[in-house]
């Protein structure tokens, strides 16, 4: 099993696999404090919003029982504080990130108890809980989703939503694991997802692990194979989805959704219940992550831009739900998405 994110009993510190390195190196990090695991989430060695989410739940049990932190002698409410902000203001996009460290933060509060013991074995607790629940939410977002793939089908997918992106086994990558061990043979299509390649890199490497054919696109690519009927559908992952229905994804996400609307192809979202905001509504109420503009101007480490040159350097896009044919979630598949079917389907109401 790939080790995404894995809590190391023995040495009681958090294993990451270091994403920023593959395929080339299989390097393992050792995460000690808060501090690492912010550091990793940042500079993405850690990635994908139920990964970020899971590994920032662990961030806040480091967080309780790093010696530095003791040494404070704060009150455990403070202590608390500080640490969640600083994993939260990692970044912004993904709920999932929000949703875990709230859930851990909660349910040591619900303690009201000043033993940081107490508190620190809650936060383990509470983290392994959403770490196997994200799990489980894979495989049910798997179940349903490989109904909607028929045998011998090609499917395309962007960035990574796979094992590398969550505990494991993935959403969209989810769908297709799921449709391969139901027997179809299936191939898959990887949008290379510039500018920092999670699906030349991620998505290839973990599917090819798993005996898939893959096939790596620029991205510029995938309009004329939705044109010429060469895939029969796209499943894509969320970092975050409105009560309406607008779903937050890697940048380049909505172009897709754009061509596969024009082509008459099936354009589907692969989310957990944890990756919906219902406390919004709309696109504009969804933090955009901005990031590094070296990302843009320089390809492997080689400048490919002018000296100085302005840029626009997004990490997400939100695509409105009338584009989407349905998001698959671990409850069953909304569609038509609505403000009414989202709570009916994830029985919120
Ligand atoms: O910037 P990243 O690599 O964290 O972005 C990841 C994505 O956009 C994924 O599609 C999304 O988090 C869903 S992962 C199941």
């Not at 912010?38 to 990964?51: E, F, S, T």
């Not at 303690?111 to 489980?136: F, P, Q, R, S, V």
Request: net charge negative.
């Amino acid at each position: 099993m790939i080790k995404t994110v894995f809590f190391n009993k023995d040495e009681n510190c958090l294993e990451l696999i270091d994403q920023t390195l593959l395929p080339l190196k299989e390097v393992i990090i050792k995460c000690h404090t808060e501090q690492d695991v912010a550091k990793n989430i940042i500079g993405m060695q850690v990635r994908g919003a139920p990964a970020i989410g899971v590994t920032a739940a662990y961030g806040v049990y480091l967080g309780l029982i790093n010696p530095k932190n003791l040494e404070k002698n704060l009150h455990i409410e403070e202590l608390l504080e500080n640490i969640c902000d600083l994993l939260t203001g990692t970044r912004p996009t993904a709920v999932n990130l929000f949703y875990a460290v709230n859930r851990v933060r909660n349910a040591i509060l619900n303690l009201h108890t000043g033993d940081l013991d107490k508190a620190a074995k809650k936060a383990l607790e509470e983290a392994n809980a959403i770490y196997e629940e994200d799990l489980a939410m894979c495989r049910a977002i798997g179940k349903y989703g490989q109904e909607l793939i028929g045998d011998s089908e090609t499917w395309l997918t962007h960035c990574n939503a796979g094992a590398l992106a969550t505990a494991g086994y993935g959403t969209a990558l989810g769908v297709f694991r799921a449709a391969k061990e139901a027997g179809k043979n299936i191939k898959i299509v990887a949008d290379e997802t510039r500018p920092l390649l999670q699906g030349a890199r991620l998505t290839a490497w973990e599917l090819m692990k798993d005996g898939f054919d893959v096939t790596v696109i620029a991205d510029n690519m995938a309009g004329g194979l939705i044109r010429n009927d060469l895939v029969q559908g796209v499943i894509v992952g969320a970092d975050r989805i409105t009560a309406k229905g607008f779903v937050a994804n890697k940048i380049g996400t909505y172009s897709l959704a754009v061509l596969c609307k024009y082509n008459g192809v099936p354009f589907y979202v692969a989310a957990p219940t944890s990756t919906f905001d219902m406390s919004i509504k709309y696109d504009d109420e969804i933090v955009i992550e901005q990031r590094n503009p070296d990302e843009i101007t320089k390809f492997g480490g080689v400048q490919v831009a002018p000296d100085g040159v302005k840029v626009y350097n997004p990490a997400f896009d939100v695509t409105p739900p009338e584009l989407i044919t349905g998001i698959i979630t671990d409850k069953g598949i909304i569609e038509p998405i609505y403000a009414e079917t989202i709570p009916q389907v994830l029985g919120l109401k």
